[in-house]
């Protein structure tokens, strides 16, 4: 196996509106999609479309949305055979709220098993096997143990923050075990309000003064529309600006663009500079296209004209 991924899976209900309704105030409805998704599942979809052996490992219920699941990870040629599923579960789902611009919102219903996965519930030799490890942090316990296993193996490892601190928190993850946990990590990427929240500035140069005392790998910091910067171990930087046209649905464009870096920097060992160049295509194809799983293959990728 290239890369196993342990974090985030859900299904997403996604409702395509004419504007974003304020407080007391409505919306029309165009579109409704069911889209198999999760920040970290979604990752791994990316890397596997674009040619890689992935795996995945997570907690799921057996209703119809686990079984949603289950089925798109077959679809996708994706490994599923170390997914737990619970009995009588409830499996994650979301609805997600997004507007001609791109724009959006996100409601989640947890369910009971997502956050219920334990370290005993995973086979570590499965993780220490594979070339990469990749994880969004969730959930912490059994996933900050698989990080331990892969680097004690001298795996590849990467940490992709999908959420703010308090979110980070919510799902049972302190500020404190989140900076100790990056002594695992050789690419860390945390989005744009969890990086400003945890190192308690917007200055990214400070930001990466800060990370890098916890930190030995390349930080990468992932920006939206402002596009992406990177600051590797060796001391070099890099910024990659976004590219300049319209998008239909910003969902999954991040976790694109992770996916692209697992591949690109991490798998086929481009330069940084070309891996987020790569990266920053496959996110804007996503964008494209509605919902969190129109990422690329890489075909597409290559087929590209800027």
Excluded: W
Excluded at 115 to 135: G, M, P, R, W
Excluded at 196 to 210: I, K, P, S
């Amino acid at each position: 196996m290239n890369i196993v991924g342990l974090g985030s899976i859900a299904v997403d209900s996604i409702v395509s509106v004419d504007a974003l309704p304020k407080e007391d105030s409505f919306c029309i409805i165009k579109s409704t999609k069911l889209l198999p998704g999760g920040s970290g599942a979604n990752v791994i979809v990316q890397a596997s479309r674009l040619g890689v052996s992935c795996g995945f490992i997570a907690k799921i219920g057996d209703d119809v949305h686990g079984t949603e699941l289950m089925n798109s990870f077959i679809g996708e040629g994706i490994d599923n055979r170390k997914m737990i599923i619970q009995k009588d579960g409830t499996t994650l789902h979301t609805d997600i709220v997004v507007d001609g611009t791109g724009a959006k919102f996100i409601m989640l219903h947890m369910g009971n098993c997502f956050l219920n996965l334990q370290e005993k519930d995973i086979d570590l030799s499965y993780i220490s096997s594979a070339d990469i490890f990749y994880t969004d942090l969730m959930p912490y316990g059994p996933a900050v143990a698989a990080l331990k296993v892969a680097k004690q193996a001298d795996k590849k490892t990467a940490f992709n923050m999908q959420v703010n601190l308090a979110q980070m928190n919510a799902f049972g993850c302190s500020k404190k075990q989140l900076l100790d946990s990056l002594a695992y990590v050789d690419l860390f990427a945390p989005c744009r309000e969890g990086l400003f929240q945890l190192c308690g500035t917007e200055e990214l140069d400070v930001c990466a003064q800060f990370l890098k005392s916890y930190c030995n790998g390349t930080l990468l910091f992932t920006l939206g529309k402002d596009g992406s910067v990177a600051y590797a171990p060796d001391g070099s930087y890099h910024r990659e600006k976004a590219v300049e046209r319209n998008v239909i649905d910003t969902t999954g464009a991040g976790d694109s663009y992770m996916g692209a870096m697992l591949y690109s920097y991490l798998y086929q060992n481009y330069t940084l500079a070309e891996s987020m160049k790569f990266s920053t295509v496959c996110a804007f194809l996503t964008c494209s296209n509605i919902g969190a799983r129109s990422c690329p293959t890489l075909e597409a990728v290559n087929a590209f004209s800027v």
